[in-house]
């Protein structure tokens, strides 16, 4: 055993975690602030894909399960909405060998487009959650999260949050564990989902959730620390501030955040006068505990938003729900300089689009000076809502309607949407533009299938061609532009597009500045972050 002290991020000690478990595949999709730890697990020397999309990701991961051996799989917590459909289901399916998902909320919205708890969706799915609050955690709580999936046979959510994800903290790390062995079985009642597996396998579930909430009453992975009157329950980071700001408190610390340890936090409530629950987002463990009976002091809706800190507890200790100070305002983030997406938004701004947006760095143009989007709600709604103005409108402000969508998106999200663009075409036709700069930007420059390089950076077997697969779909019009040094091409292309009840899909492509100079140093053989 290691008595090696690191100091690493979360994300550093899941992927460390992750090796040092045997995990014989990773498994995701980029999204701040998970991105990190499938590129330190390929770093470290695990075998490391990116995903089209988490959907798809989870389904690999799921595969691997079946075959006997054990797979982490990465999302932040609005990518968890896309894997919602496999991530119910397996639930109940059950796997074999060890699946965990690494899922990272973002309270405060540093980088995402809504503040949602991924607890609800353990309690919803019915799978287990284990909550580190700092490095060590990370990585203790990522083997005993393969441990738990293997021993009651069931995936297990590993919840990070932006706080844990980036931070830096020690890490001493543990023993190793070979790769388990790929073997696949054959369990038709137990894989095949049709109603009449399903059901007792729901019921089967229950069983399990219960067994598993009387281990972590018995033996979970939680802690009390301190004596004294008052009793705060708390759970991941916001227990490490509870543990700074109330000094002689006494601290139940929760680990495994569901199914939560009722029995035991019942009695921790019993043992102290005055009892508060602290915790980031919803009141996931409030709701739960009064639901049980348990004598709580009532929740203040302020601090359901945004992140905790040492003075936002001292102030929920105190009792103290008088308005917050205002935070100093930041530089607005903007889109880097000499950026062509800056070019593309200019000429769309000037013909008078109405743009239908989507999640990527060229976001950013709804900020000054640009102001050009509209629209942006989630991953590939650039086109489907665009598609749905379109259909309703009257002609002429139909006319103005434009999806912008990114390269990486595309491939996440975009092509059902061009399903549904030739399959249900409006009147007016429509027009999509996708600004391809050969990367994903937004969360740190990664591949995907359309940049014909592997998460590693290196070559791929094979290159998704945006154009080809467009025209093989259905459009009616195709066109590659190069909106630096094209602009007024690009500008005719697209007023064209707008004129006409033609299906126009639109390629402004031109790499990424920070791309192009990441590629350079790894061209050289120097080391890139």
């Not at 800056?342 to 769309?348: A, P």
């Amino acid at each position: 055993m290691s008595t090696e002290r690191k100091l690493l991020s979360g994300n550093e000690a899941v992927a460390l975690g992750a090796m040092h478990a045997g995990c014989a595949l990773g498994v995701g999709y980029p999204g701040t602030p998970s991105t990190e730890i499938l590129e330190n697990y390929s770093k470290l020397g695990g075998r490391a894909q990116w995903s089209p999309n988490e959907k798809v990701a989870v389904e690999v991961g799921i595969g691997v399960a079946f075959a006997g051996t054990r797979t982490l799989i990465t999302m932040k917590h609005v990518g968890l909405n896309v894997a919602a459909d496999p991530f119910f289901t397996v639930a109940y399916t059950g796997v074999t060998g060890g699946l965990i998902m690494a899922v990272a909320d973002d309270p405060g919205m540093a980088s995402s487009q809504n503040e949602q708890d991924s607890r609800n969706y353990a309690r919803a799915a019915g799978v287990p959650m284990l909550e580190p609050a700092d490095s060590q955690e990370a990585y203790e709580m990522t083997k005993l999260a393969f441990e738990l999936s293997e021993r009651w046979n069931q995936p297990v959510i590993l919840r990070l949050c932006t706080r844990v994800c980036h931070s830096k903290t020690i890490v001493v790390p543990g023993d190793s564990t070979d790769v388990p062995k790929a073997s696949y079985e054959r369990d038709i009642k137990q894989r095949v989902m049709i109603p009449g597996y399903a059901r007792p396998a729901h019921k089967a579930l229950r069983k399990k959730l219960a067994e598993m909430e009387e281990w972590n009453n018995a033996e979970g992975p939680n802690t009390i620390v301190g004596e004294g009157s008052l009793g705060i329950i708390a759970n991941g980071v916001a227990a490490l501030h509870v543990l700074e700001a109330a000094p002689d408190a006494k601290v139940f610390k929760i680990g495994m955040v569901y199914p939560l340890p009722m029995k035991a936090i019942l009695e921790f409530i019993d043992s102290v006068d005055d009892c508060i629950v602290i915790e980031e987002s919803d009141p996931f463990i409030q709701t739960e505990v009064q639901a049980a009976g348990g004598k709580i002091r009532p929740r203040m809706e302020r601090y359901r938003f945004g992140e905790l800190d040492v003075v936002r507890v001292k102030r929920i200790v105190e009792g103290d729900d008088s308005e917050e100070a205002v935070p100093p305002r930041g530089k607005p983030p903007q889109l880097c300089a000499g950026c062509p997406h800056s070019t593309s938004f200019g000429m769309l701004k000037k013909l008078g689009c109405v743009i239908s947006g989507d999640i990527g760095c060229y976001t950013l143009s709804v900020l000054p000076p640009l102001e050009t989007m509209d629209t942006c709600v989630c991953m590939g709604a650039s086109i489907g809502i665009a598609l749905g103005m379109r259909h309703v409108l009257p002609e002429e402000q139909a006319r103005k309607i434009v999806s912008v969508i990114g390269d990486g998106t595309f491939m996440h999200s975009g092509l059902t949407g061009i399903a549904d663009m030739v399959y249900n075409r409006p009147a007016t036709g429509h027009v999509v533009v996708i600004l391809d700069n050969g990367t994903t930007a937004m969360t740190g420059l990664q591949e995907h299938p359309g940049t014909g390089k592997q998460l590693d950076h290196l070559p791929a077997g094979k290159t998704v061609s945006l154009e080809g697969t467009c025209t093989a779909m259905g459009v009616d019009n195709v066109v590659v532009v190069d909106p630096a040094r094209e602009i007024e091409r690009f500008g005719k292309a697209v007023s064209d597009a707008l004129a006409s009840n033609d299906l126009s899909v639109i390629i402004a492509r031109r790499p990424c500045i920070l791309a192009i100079a990441r590629d350079a140093k790894f061209e050289r053989g120097e080391k890139v972050r």
